[in-house]
């Protein structure tokens, strides 16, 4: 079964920093570009960012440029997120995403985590 | 920055045919996406590249792409159909999602 399952959120205070997993099974993890988007309570989806399957090629959202920083590990099946400085409108459920490349989409969705920043 | 703009909300009988718009700057010259969001769920891939069915949606999801607007159609809208839509396209090394229209089957 293809799926993605995301770890790592939680309460951290303003100025702090997290750091986000998203774990990869049942697909050749290292042959697709990933992503994560947010979603903040009750709002809408949010790209955040993108990497490339060689982890070389990385894209950001303006919101999030100079304070995220993804990465991945072929070796492990995993993709994170790490998360420095983080302010209150940071506070969302983060999705990692598969790239779909037929059409610059995300076809599959992990389950989401929360990060709350919070004081 | 480029942005995609919906109607907040859609209402279709049972049965019945939903169309949800999606507006952007020469959004016909792009690819649009379409996902689907159940409350307390992650989206769903619905449509891709403005007309294409993921495997296992059904057929009465399709979707169009010309000029600034982008339509998702439900055609035969069943109950189970009701959540949030929201488009989605790439721009400038950029992905940008819609601001979303929560589907009512009423």
């Known amino acids: 079964e293809v799926q993605l399952v995301e770890s790592g959120g939680g309460l951290v205070q303003p100025g702090g920093s997290l750091r986000l997993s998203c774990a990869a099974s049942?697909?050749?993890?290292?042959?697709?570009?990933m992503h994560w988007v947010r979603q903040a309570p009750g709002k809408g989806l949010v790209w955040v960012s993108r990497?490339?399957?060689?982890?070389?090629?990385?894209g950001y959202a303006d919101s999030v440029k100079g304070r995220f920083t993804i990465s991945r590990d072929n070796a492990k099946n995993t993709l994170y997120l790490q998360m420095n400085s983080l302010r209150a409108e940071d506070t969302a459920v983060y999705y990692c995403?598969?790239?779909?490349?037929?059409?610059?989409?995300?076809?599959?969705w992990g389950q989401g985590t929360m990060v709350t920043v919070s004081s | 920055s480029y942005e995609l703009t919906q109607p907040p909300s859609v209402s279709v009988s049972p049965g019945q045919t939903a169309h949800i718009t999606c507006s952007g700057d020469?959004?016909?010259?792009?690819?649009a996406s379409w996902y689907q969001q159940k409350p307390g769920q992650s989206p769903v891939l619905v449509i891709y590249?403005?007309?294409k069915r993921p495997s296992g949606i059904p057929e009465r999801f399709s979707g169009s792409n010309s000029g600034n607007t982008a339509t998702l159609t439900i055609s035969g809208t069943q109950a189970m159909d009701e959540a949030d839509y929201y488009c989605?396209?790439?721009?400038?090394?950029?992905?940008?999602f819609g601001t979303g229209t929560k589907v009512t089957v009423l």
């Open positions: 590249q403005d007309s």
């Open positions: 989605q396209a790439w721009d400038s090394s950029t992905y940008v």
């Open positions: 020469k959004l016909g010259e792009k690819f």
């Open positions: 049942g697909f050749p993890f290292s042959n697709y570009a």
């Open positions: 995403a598969r790239d779909f490349s037929a059409g610059d989409a995300f076809d599959i």
């Open positions: 990497i490339y399957s060689d982890g070389n090629i990385k």
